[in-house]
T-cell receptor, first 118, second 115 residues
Framework: AQKVTQAQTEISVVEKEDVTLDCVYETRDTTYYLFWYKQPPSGELVFLIRRNSFDEQNEISGRYSWNFQKSTSSFNFTITASQVVDSAVYFCALSEAYSGAGSYQLTFGKGTKLSVIP | DAGITQSPRHKVTETGTPVTLRCHQTENHRYMYWYRQDPGHGLRLIHYSYGVKDTDKGEVSDGYSVSRSKTEDFLLTLESATSSQTSVYFC??????????????FGPGTRLTVL
């Protein structure tokens, strides 16, 4: 069964600090997809990134970067020079590729609440 | 932003009453999903649909049913609401189930309280 672990329940940083959110996953499949979502205090879920298991290139988007390492089954998310607007709950999620009941399911981690203090 | 709306946005009901939540999309995406979000559990899949009249169960489907008679609408029904179904319910859509374009986009959520 697939599983996503976000060991950090809550993190507080001072504005402009860098912060890394950890995500460790378990899957039997060789083909799978990893995602990060942001849930700000307003409650909506915002898609940030999707990565497939064949693409281990790190990705950078502005102040956001993602480090995918299959060897350690990790897909970590770093925010550089954090801002108050980054305060949110961040979810990592996994989708396996096998077909069958529930095969389109996203398995979410329990989320990491990030608080950026001015 | 993906065109996804949920109605109602907030509902308070009593134990034993039926409740129907509606998800409406304007993106013509094939796949639609219902999740519930509870503290300490993240989001968990209740049911999903891979086409009109095609649905399947997710991880926490007991006590829920769904229907999809049109591409744009996906209904979630609690036949007899219980206090354990107090939660925030999210609808999501995706263009594909697997492979390319399988990222899911979420609606604004419905906060349901069962007294």
């Amino acid at each position: 069964a697939q599983k996503v672990t976000q060991a950090q329940t809550e993190i507080s940083v001072v504005e402009k600090e860098d912060v890394t959110l950890d995500c460790v996953y378990e899957t039997r499949d060789t083909t799978y997809y990893l995602f990060w979502y942001k849930q700000p205090p307003s409650g909506e879920l915002v898609f940030l990134i999707r990565r497939n298991s064949f693409d281990e290139q790190n990705e950078i988007s502005g102040r956001y970067s993602w480090n995918f390492q299959k060897s350690t089954s990790s897909f970590n998310f770093t925010i550089t020079a954090s801002q108050v607007v980054d305060s949110a709950v961040y979810f990592c999620a996994l989708s396996e590729a096998y077909s069958g009941a529930g095969s389109y399911q996203l398995t979410f981690g329990k989320g990491t609440k990030l608080s950026v203090i001015p | 932003d993906a065109g996804i709306t949920q109605s109602p946005r907030h509902k308070v009901t009593e134990t034993g009453t039926p409740v129907t939540l509606r998800c409406h999309q304007t993106e013509n995406h094939r796949y639609m999903y219902w999740y519930r979000q509870d503290p300490g559990h993240g989001l968990r899949l209740i049911h999903y649909s891979y086409g009109v009249k095609d649905t399947d169960k997710g991880e926490v489907s007991d006590g829920y049913s769904v229907s999809r008679s049109k591409t744009e609408d996906f209904l979630l029904t609690l036949e007899s609401a219980t206090s354990s179904q107090t939660s925030v319910y999210f609808c999501a859509i995706s263009e594909s189930g697997q492979g390319m374009y399988n990222e899911q986009f979420f609606g604004p959520g419905t906060r349901l309280t069962v007294l």
